[in-house]
């Protein structure tokens, strides 16, 4: 089987830094999670594709790149100007000829744009699954962070696509723990 694919969506500043008001508690502490995923498919050769919100709300400095998560050379990178990262002109050719490879999505982006880029991919028959341990979101429109977080769980586990960072990894850690005990949630 060919490598998998890794896509990060929204791995910007502007949602770690803590004076930012686009601050996420979750992005935060799932920071970890998403390093070593990275670092796992860079030493592994999976094909890791690169898309960063262009959003106004996304201010500089705070659209720059989360240290460590910067593209590598050998990355492709898209600056994603709707909800869905398909959406971007190039983005979708990435995947041209990648018929049959796994791809997963960790997600800094929240709950729209990770549930539009997700179903997007179903559309287009694009084998997509949700690393929902390395997915992250703020309060908003009156809606928890928690209950985002759940939404975006949901959503995949609805496609039997969710899959949990332990599972790439390969640790020794069940992967139907809920995932949003991370950030203090209960059952």
Not at 34 to 58: D, I
Not at 107 to 135: M, N, P, Q, Y
Not at 163 to 168: A, E, I, R
Not at 175 to 181: I, L, V
Request: hydrophobic share 45%.
């Amino acid at each position: 089987m060919s490598a998998p694919v890794l896509i990060l969506q929204g791995f910007q500043r502007a949602f770690v830094e803590h004076d930012s008001p686009l601050f996420s508690r979750s992005a935060s502490l799932r920071r970890g999670v998403c390093e070593r995923l990275l670092k796992n498919a860079r030493s592994t050769g999976w094909l890791v594709v690169h898309s960063y919100l262009a959003l106004e709300s996304l201010a500089r400095p705070g659209a720059a790149a989360i240290d460590g998560f910067s593209p590598a050379p050998s990355e492709a990178y898209f600056r994603q100007t709707g909800l869905s990262a398909f959406s971007t002109p190039g983005f979708y050719g990435k995947f041209d000829g990648l018929a049959g490879r796994p791809a997963f999505l960790m997600s800094f982006a929240g709950l729209s744009a990770i549930a539009s880029t997700f179903l997007d991919a179903l559309e287009r028959r694009i084998d997509l699954s949700i690393v929902a341990d390395a997915t992250a979101d703020i309060d908003h429109a009156g809606v928890g962070e928690q209950e985002r977080l759940v939404a975006i769980d949901t959503l995949a586990r609805a496609h039997d696509r969710r899959v949990m960072s332990s599972d790439l990894l390969r640790q020794e850690r069940p992967s139907n723990a809920p995932f949003y005990m991370a950030i203090g949630g209960g059952a």
